[in-house]
């Protein structure tokens, strides 16, 4: 059986049937009702949901939370993190 060690593979969008590749890490912390949207980190982390663009482009907060979206390329219309 081949080895599948070394070989670059592509990290794919956190959204249950989506299998884009994944462009954006979105981060969260539950104490401070606050959400962050970044480039994608070149590492992954469990503690961060990996997106494709589609989804991090529509991502919204929950009512009483507040984001920001500090991606380098940025949608044209981005309300999305406006809350």
Request: charged content about 25%.
């Amino acid at each position: 059986m081949a080895s599948v060690e070394g070989m670059d593979r592509p990290r794919l969008c956190n959204r249950p049937a989506c299998g884009t590749t994944a462009a954006a890490s979105l981060t969260f912390q539950y104490a401070n009702r606050r959400v962050w949207l970044d480039d994608l980190y070149a590492d992954p982390d469990p503690s961060m949901i990996d997106l494709c663009a589609f989804h991090a482009d529509r991502v919204s907060v929950p009512v009483g939370w507040s984001g920001e979206d500090r991606r380098s390329l940025k949608p044209e219309i981005s309300e999305s993190l406006a809350g």
